[in-house]
Structures are given as C-alpha cells and as structure tokens.
C-alpha cells in the first residue's frame, strides 16, 4: 500500500545496446508494480520514486535490474545500458522422420543430443545424416573405391559451406556490435558495480545484518556514499569491515522508519 501512496515523477528513459530492434523491451517497476514497453528506437517513459527498483527484460538481451538514484530524479532522465543476450543450446531433440501424430511413437523416435561445436567437429566420417522417404536409394557396397571417396568428398563440400555460413552470419553480427559500440562510446557495456562482484549477498546479510532484500539498497547506499574503492585492497582488510560496519549501523536507522 505504501508503494502505490508514494509520491514519483515522470523520468524519460533510454535503453542502449547492440540490437537492431528496441522495440517491446519491457521496463517494470517493481516497487509500483507498474511497467512500460519501449519504443523501435528504445525509449520510454515511467513513473519512479527513489530506491525504486526497476527491472528491464527482452528475449534478446540480458535481464537487468537497476535501482532510481537522487541524480536520475533531478535530472528526470534514466539511460540503461544492456548487453545483448546470446542464446546457448545445451542439448538438441533430433526427429529421424516427420511427425506421424501418435505420440508414444514420435517420443521413442525422438533423440536427444548435444550440439556439435564448431571447433570440435572430430572426424567427418563419423557424422551421419538419415535418409528420408525422398532419398535416392544407392547401393555403395557395389561401389569401387573412386565411388566412396566422391561421396566422402561430396559431405566434406557440404560441411564446409555449412561452416562458411555460420562464420560468415557470426562475423557480420559481430560487426554490427563493434559498429554500434563505436557510435555509443565507451559507456556501451553496463557498468558493474565492484561491492556486488565482491561480496556475495550472504555477507552483508550475516556480518552486517541487512535484509536481504535490502542488500542492493544498501550497496547503492554505499556507493552513493563516496566509498573508497581503495579499501578493497587485500591490507586495507579491517578498515573496510569497520567502514562497512559503521555504514551498515547509518543505513539500518535511515531505512527503520521507512517500513
């Protein structure tokens, strides 16, 4: 209830990354419970208030959360950089015939396997490709040896134009991600913050006692608070427990009457 009564502010945003389409990326507010969707060339507007917590998602790109600064709200203005998603399959279903509609049959016919790296091909003779009901029948056992290398030839053909059309489709979208990277500027990737590459949430919330869902708030509260990066030096161990510790005990009694 207190999230709906509170006071925010319309702030225009703006989504960056190396895709070519913007459009539809969905940018929720989880505090509000409310979100929008961007527009093709990536911008939106939403309502926010400080602290709020704002969670941005596509297919395409990586899932990212942010939370609303003093800075994002005097300058009514809020850009988010993400990086683009890059899907991985970790395992393949194989059909060795078109679908017949019976079930249990087209699930025993079904065959699960990993997808083949492209640098770990392994010997070429080995792969095999099943023949459907439009495939010529050949009877190779009668063949001569000329016979069996043109054929042995004619799969390493066309593996080879297989592997050219992927390297060539790879290295295009790899251009146009240095291409966009270079109008953006060096701001393209976003930016990480070291206190959460560092310490896991467990360590605020068990040294420090910050809630755990309190512990990106209390991160924000950190940096926001000019922290010296310096103390992350492996001797600058107990200056930062104290520092973290005074800073802990200032952010628990500033967020104790906010409940």
């Known amino acids: ?21 913007l459009e539809n990326v969905t940018v929720f507010n989880e505090s509000s419970n409310k979100g929008v969707i961007t527009d093709s ?6 309502k926010v208030a400080l602290n709020d917590e704002i969670q941005v998602s596509a ?20 850009t988010i950089y993400l990086n683009e998603q890059i899907n991985t399959l970790d395992e393949v279903v194989l059909l060795q ?34 023949d459907d009901h439009h495939s010529k ?22 593996l080879g134009l297989l592997v050219n059309a992927i390297f060539k489709t790879k290295n295009k979208k790899n251009k146009k991600r240095i291409d966009r990277q270079n109008r953006v500027g060096k701001r393209f990737n976003t ?21 755990e869902d309190k512990v990106n708030a209390f991160i924000i509260y950190l940096e926001n608070s000019n922290f010296n990066y310096s103390l ?5 161990e107990i200056e930062l427990i104290d520092y973290l510790h005074l800073k ?12």
């Open 1 to 21: 209830m207190q999230a709906q009564n509170t006071k925010r502010v319309e702030v225009n945003g703006q989504i960056i990354v190396a895709v070519e389409d």
């Open 41 to 46: 060339l990536g911008r939106f507007k939403v």
């Open 59 to 78: 297919i395409q790109l990586k899932p990212f959360k942010t939370y609303i600064t003093q800075k994002v709200l005097d300058s009514k203005k809020l």
């Open 97 to 130: 015939y078109d679908l017949t509609g019976i079930l249990e049959g087209d699930i025993v016919n079904t065959k699960v396997v990993k997808p083949i790296q492209m640098f770990d091909l392994g010997d070429v003779e080995n792969l095999e490709v099943t």
């Open 137 to 158: 029948v050949d009877n190779i056992a009668i063949g001569n040896q000329n016979d069996r290398i043109r054929y042995q030839a004619d799969g390493m053909a066309i």
């Open 191 to 211: 930016p990480v913050s070291k206190l959460s590459t560092v310490f896991k949430n467990e360590y605020y919330t068990s040294n420090y006692n910050i809630p």
């Open 232 to 236: 992350l030096e492996p001797t600058k």
């Open 248 to 259: 802990s005990k200032e952010f628990l009694t500033a967020t104790s009457g906010k409940e």
